[in-house]
Every structure is written in C-alpha cells, then in structure tokens.
C-alpha cells in the first residue's frame, strides 16, 4: 500500500524524469572526466552522463547506448560504481524511452535495473536511456571515474560489458 508521502515522492521523481528527458536533448556542454566524448553507433554508443557537476553532492544520472539486439520487456542492466560514489541515495529508476516499470536493487556499489516486463521489447538500433536518482557524486572530478556497464544480450549471445568513463555534465541551456 503506497503512502501518501511514497505517492508524492513518486509523482515528484515522475514530473522530474520527464523534464529531464526534455532538459538533457538540449545539453550543450558534455565533458568527460578524461576529456573523451562518445559518439558511435551500437554498443559504443554507451555514455553514463552525472546531469548535475557538482563535486560530492547528489545527482541524476544517465546511462544511454543504442540497442545492438533487441532489449526485452525483462532485459536486466548492471551498473558497477566506484567506492567514490555514494549510492544510499539511489532509490528510483526511470526512461522516457523505454515503456513500463523497472525495478531497483542495490548490492554495494553494483545496481542492478530489472525492466519489470510491462512494456514492449525495444527493437535494435534504437537509442534509450535510463535515469538513475540519486547518486553522490564523487569529491573531486580530478581523474577519470569509469563505471562498469553491463547490457544485456539475445539468447544466443552473452551480456556485453564495458567500462565507460563518466561525463560530468557542466552546463544544460
């Protein structure tokens, strides 16, 4: 039984995410920690993106690729963050591309995001992404913070993993 407190909380992250999705397209500064942008196609289209730069206070952030096999309605992705992220915090997952619900577990620094199987499955080649609210952002942005990705696979193939740097986001107009 929700509570009235978990409904707005809920209704707040909900209006949140979907004036994030609209925020995001216009972002006009995407610097990596490294200095590195991705742009590709695939599964090197993977970005994970903190949408507020701000060293060791909360943020949304966003894990985006485009689909290299088909995503299905129960697809799971593992997100790993460096012991520098602070993930008490994260409590909620959220898409303005991919349809239905997903479900949040955290063990340690690893999140796992279970597409719930209420929406259809995403067809490849179509660019998603996925929020993420909130993590604490690491105390200094000095050097390069990767985080381990691992996005789901057709039956016939296994998970792809990788290791992505994180772009710190400095400015949306």
């Known amino acids: 039984m929700l509570t009235k407190f978990m409904f707005n909380k809920i209704a707040a992250l909900t209006l ?14 995407n610097v990596s920690a490294s200095g590195k942008s991705a742009v590709a196609t695939g ?7 903190a949408l507020r730069a701000a060293p060791g206070k909360p943020s949304l952030y966003e894990v985006s690729f485009v689909t290299a096999d088909s995503l299905a309605a129960n697809a799971l992705i593992v997100i790993s ?9 994260l409590e909620i997952a959220g898409s303005s591309t991919i349809n239905g619900g997903f479900t949040l577990t ?3 620094q690893e999140v ?6 209420l929406g259809a499955a995403v067809p490849p080649g179509k660019r998603v992404s996925l ?9 200094s942005f000095s050097a390069a913070h990767q985080v381990r990705v691992q996005l789901p ?3 016939a193939a296994a998970a792809t993993t990788k290791n992505m740097d994180v772009q710190f986001i400095t400015s949306v107009k």
């Open 153 to 155: 696979a057709t039956r």
């Open 106 to 108: 955290r063990r340690g």
């Open 131 to 139: 929020q993420l609210g909130l993590i604490g952002n690491p105390a």
């Open 112 to 117: 796992q995001v279970r597409r719930t199987g």
């Open 81 to 89: 963050f460096p012991k520098t992220f602070n993930l008490s915090q």
């Open 16 to 29: 949140f995410f979907g004036m994030l999705s609209f925020s995001t397209g216009l972002a006009q500064s």
């Open 43 to 49: 599964r090197d289209s993977l970005t994970v993106k």
